[in-house]
Antibody, heavy 121, light 113 residues
């Protein structure tokens, strides 16, 4: 069974940093591109970032470019999102999602339950 | 960036009736070399993560009931629920994965009339 479990969420002050993790199981992690998608309270889904299978290619939303870094450890079956210079508008539930295959250009077929990031003084 | 616009923002349909949700992209998401539309539909029930329903604009994900169907090409797409069930109450999103950033529509809230 495919499982994606996010962790690392919590309360952080504006300007602070936080690292989210997504532990993957039930599939060969290194064979799939991975994504981060977020959802502010009561709002819609917002694309955040994508990483290729080997980590060589990464993509970011304009709203997080230069502040967030996506990475992965295929030996540990874990996806990461390092978030810096956090703002109030970054407050959201962050979902990790699996791409439908090797390519980043596929739909997200499995999603984690999400990790809540709260940005407040 | 490709802008995805859904209509309507909310929709109330009687049980057993048809529900139709539209999605329009600001540029074509049809890749000519493979003739595939890079468009997905997701369902998000309250308190749950999104669930993939449709990909390549019209291919139903495994396990999704056949009352859900997707259609369209280029810039205009439709998600149809042929006979609404109570468990279909949710917010529905379209997403393009043709070019990064892989943008979502704003969502359509579907309720029972």
């Amino acid at each position: 069974e495919v499982q994606l479990v996010e962790s690392g969420g919590g309360l952080v002050q504006p300007g602070g940093s936080l690292r989210l993790s997504c532990a993957a199981s039930g599939f060969t992690f290194s064979n799939y591109a991975m994504h981060w998608v977020r959802q502010a309270p009561g709002k819609g889904l917002e694309y955040v970032s994508t990483i290729s299978t080997n980590g060589d290619s990464t993509y970011y939303a304009n709203s997080v470019k230069g502040r967030f870094t996506i990475s992965r450890d295929n030996s540990e079956n874990t996806l990461y999102l390092q978030m810096g210079s956090l703002r109030a508008e970054d407050m959201a539930v962050y979902y990790c999602a699996r791409a439908g295959g090797t390519s980043s250009y596929t739909a997200n077929d499995y999603w984690g339950q999400g990790a809540l990031v709260t940005v407040s003084a | 960036d490709i802008v995805m616009t859904q209509s309507p923002d909310s929709l109330a349909v009687s049980l057993g009736e048809r529900a139709t949700i539209n999605c329009k992209s600001s540029q074509s998401v049809l890749y000519s070399s493979n003739n595939k539309n890079y468009l997905a539909w997701y369902q998000q029930r309250p308190g749950q993560p999104p669930k993939l329903l449709i990909y390549w604009a019209s291919t139903r994900e495994s396990g999704v009931p056949d009352r859900f169907s997707g259609s369209g090409s280029g810039t205009d797409f439709t998600l149809t629920i042929s006979s609404l069930q109570a468990e279909d109450v949710a917010v529905y999103y379209c997403q393009q994965y043709y070019s990064s950033p892989f943008t979502f529509g704003q969502g359509t809230r579907l309720e029972i009339k």
